[in-house]
């Protein structure tokens, strides 16, 4: 029972990259997802979120016009779309699912069920 991301790496600022986040032994279909990031000596943040059903998003100020999160429920994944990176971008993201299926929307660290382990973003100037 595992949350699997993948897509991080090196990239220059101004550049793209795509995360996912691939379910496997449980699903997302009908629960609350989100992306936090944690920079090294920094707290893990939110960075977006999409809700259960209606697929609602929303983002940090940080992050917000650059970043796109978005979910297939067919095939049990979450995605985050990340444009125009800058190098304070650089962290560790992780994906997140819900405690609860009642949760639409998890924001805060408490909120979260299952955790990834995590995958390396890092942006050069």
């Known amino acids: 029972v595992q949350l699997v991301e993948s897509g991080g790496g090196v990239v220059q600022a101004g550049g793209s990259l795509r995360l996912s986040c691939a379910a496997s032994?449980?699903?997302?279909?009908?629960?609350?997802m989100a992306w936090f990031r944690q920079a090294p000596g920094k707290e893990r943040d939110v960075v977006a979120t999409?809700?259960?059903?209606?697929?609602?998003?929303d983002y940090s100020d940080s992050v917000k016009g650059r970043f796109t999160i978005s979910r297939d429920n067919a095939k049990d994944t979450v995605y985050l779309q990340m444009n125009s990176l800058k190098p304070e971008d650089t962290a560790i993201y992780y994906c997140?699912?819900?405690?609860?299926?009642?949760?639409?929307?998890?924001?805060?660290?408490?909120?979260?069920?299952?955790w990834g382990q995590g995958t390396l973003v890092t942006v050069s100037s």
């Open positions: 999409i809700s259960r059903r209606s697929g609602i998003t």
């Open positions: 997140a699912r819900a405690i609860s299926t009642t949760l639409t929307v998890p924001r805060r660290l408490a909120d979260i069920g299952y």
């Open positions: 032994g449980l699903s997302l279909s009908n629960w609350g």
